[in-house]
């Protein structure tokens, strides 16, 4: 028997919502890694948190040199 489908809406709650962004960026995170590492391909993620914060993974040293260093939301 499989998982119940989640429905997917916005979190009302300001620290449950970030508790859950920071889980779910991490876990993004992991799957791009493991992703590069399976595939042999590069790969590169921009996440932009709800205070403006940036993330950014490249699977490469040289994916840094990609992501402009003055983006803002």
């Known amino acids: 028997m499989g998982r119940e489908k989640i429905k997917i809406r916005k979190i009302d709650d300001i620290a449950a919502r970030q508790v859950t962004f920071s889980k779910r ?12 590492i399976l ?7 921009i996440i932009f948190s709800p205070a403006g914060r940036l993330y950014q993974y490249s699977s490469t040293k040289y994916g840094a040199f990609f992501l402009p260093s ?3 939301c």
């Open 25 to 36: 960026r991490q876990g993004l995170v992991k799957k791009a890694h493991e992703l590069s």
């Open 39 to 45: 595939c042999d391909v590069e790969v590169a993620v």
């Open 70 to 72: 003055s983006i803002s």
